[in-house]
């Protein structure tokens, strides 16, 4: 998969620019003329000419959380009688996010055209998830729109405290790294240099690991202005390079070889992909068409895969569990559920439990991470601000030693 940016016009004859993650510029085409787009340029983005956004006067994107209060308002006020129209004036004036603010107000200027919700959702795929667009068009098929809303609510609720746990796990070791970064280079440009004016005028030979790290100061100190610019290339390009269809497959094959983390990625796109595919299996969506949407609310690339893999062999006949099982992504307990569902009539019943326990695992595996994180962090740290006091406490032992020998 590769990413295409293009540039369409939409039914009132405004241009439209973006993006979008697809297998080939035919794909591309075909969804943009899905949505009612007259597509006038699809180009595969490079490094050089991917479109950087950097949001000034948007807004920032909703979260999983302010999605979840739409949904959930939005079902309560519909349900209360109000109409469509009505119940998006309201919550666009409540909302803090200006971007989604823009978005509900150009939803309901389209309702208000004839359009129906799910299609007016769908412009705007920068504020809503795919996911949002489809279990909507299917309650407006059902006509249960509003259940479809209330499941929605649910469905980024627990996508929310999925992503502030792994968050949660980040916080303390990025800190804790933060702070020894700084402790390290206080010690080398302040203290350092301090002792090293003492040591020079006292005459003595320095020992070995003091030496070390005298050199290592008066290199920061010499060349800090090539070492910034150095660094901050280096993450940048780390960035970019993550972005790209080989990175993204690099980064993700590491997350799911170290040890530390693995346990907790596969439980976490376990978990991810059981809920958000009985949701819309509930919902009345094709198993065809729900593992695909499920496949793009993958972060992890070898997951997305999979999924679009398995998408293809279901055209075609294939029980489901049959391709989770081949990829070995998946833990043994979720294809193996998911074939008991699929045996009894009961996939979405399945998927329920699927996703209610492994929402418990990644709990417990992000509290594991922690426990085990935290005394890592601290002897690590112990270990660079040891070897810094030895650097400073070495010379001025000598030199009592050599006052002893006098």
């Known amino acids: 998969m590769a990413d295409y940016g293009y540039v369409a016009l939409d039914k009132s004859g405004k241009e439209v620019k973006g993006s979008k993650t697809a297998d080939s510029m035919e794909q591309v085409t075909k969804e943009l003329k899905a949505q009612g787009l007259t597509v006038m340029e699809v180009k595969e983005q490079t490094v050089l000419n991917k479109d950087i956004s950097f949001d000034f006067g948007g807004g920032k994107k909703p979260t999983p959380r302010d999605l979840s209060v739409f949904c959930r308002q939005f079902a309560s006020i519909t349900r209360a009688g109000v109409t469509i129209i009505q119940a998006l004036q309201m919550l666009a004036e409540q909302t803090e996010n200006k971007r989604m603010q823009k978005a509900l107000l150009a939803v309901r200027a389209d309702i208000e055209k004839g359009e129906t919700f799910a299609d007016s959702l769908a412009k705007w795929d920068d504020v809503f998830p795919e996911l949002l667009v489809q279990m909507a068009r299917a309650g407006e098929a059902s ?127 376990s978990a991810q992909m059981a809920r958000t595919l009985s949701t819309l299996l509930s919902s009345g969506v094709p198993l065809v068409e729900a593992v695909d949407i499920v496949s793009e609310t993958m972060t992890n690339i070898w997951f997305k895969e999979a999924l679009k893999d398995a998408t293809q062999q279901i055209m075609v006949g294939t029980p489901l569990s049959q391709p989770l099982q081949a990829c070995q992504l998946f833990p043994p307990m979720v294809y193996h559920m998911v074939h008991i569902g699929e045996e009894a009539g009961s996939t979405e019943e399945m998927l ?55």
């Not at 690590?380 to 040891?386: E, M, S």
């Open 143 to 269: 006509g249960s729109l509003e259940i479809s809303m209330e499941r929605m609510a649910v469905q980024f609720e627990r996508s929310s405290k999925t992503q502030a746990l792994v968050k949660k796990a980040m916080i303390y070791p990025i800190v804790v790294a933060v702070v020894a970064v700084a402790v390290v280079i206080i010690m080398l440009v302040v203290v350092i240099p301090a002792y090293t004016d003492m040591f020079a005028q006292l005459g003595t030979e320095l020992p070995a690991i003091t030496q070390a790290v005298v050199k290592l100061s008066d290199f920061i100190q010499s060349s800090w202005f090539i070492i910034i610019p150095v660094v901050v290339a280096i993450v940048v390009g780390i960035k970019v390079y993550a972005g790209t269809y080989s990175g993204k497959h690099l980064f993700g094959k590491l997350q799911l070889k170290i040890p530390a983390i693995e346990n907790l990625v596969s439980k976490t796109a």
């Open 352 to 406: 329920d439990r699927l996703a209610d326990y492994y929402e418990e695992e990644v709990e417990m595996a992000v509290q594991s991470l922690m426990a085990a994180m935290e005394p890592m962090i601290i002897i690590v740290l112990a270990g660079i601000v040891g070897i810094l006091l030895a650097s400073v406490m070495a010379p001025m032992v000598t030199m009592y030693s050599a006052l002893d020998n006098l």
